[in-house]
């Protein structure tokens, strides 16, 4: 829908709307979360399949802690 990291409330129900739409027709329904608290809130409504972070992030992080891990050994 566009709206990573924008949550609003018209936003909200209608994650909502698709969810209970999913549960009527017995579809196991995921969620491609931004953090780990998101995905936990996600999965406490219901979603089963979620997904936490994105793979450019994961590969941000850990490039970061490297670029540390040298700066430290000077």
Not at 34 to 57: M, N, P, T, W, Y
């Amino acid at each position: 829908m566009g709206m990573f990291g924008k949550e609003t409330v018209e936003h909200e129900a209608l994650i909502q709307r698709v969810l209970e739409a999913g549960k009527r027709h017995g579809v196991i329904m995921g969620f491609p979360s931004e953090s780990v608290k998101e995905a936990l809130k996600r999965a406490s409504q219901g979603f089963h399949l979620l997904a936490c972070g994105s793979d450019i992030g994961a590969f941000k992080e850990g490039l970061g802690r490297a670029v540390q891990d040298l700066k430290a050994r000077g």
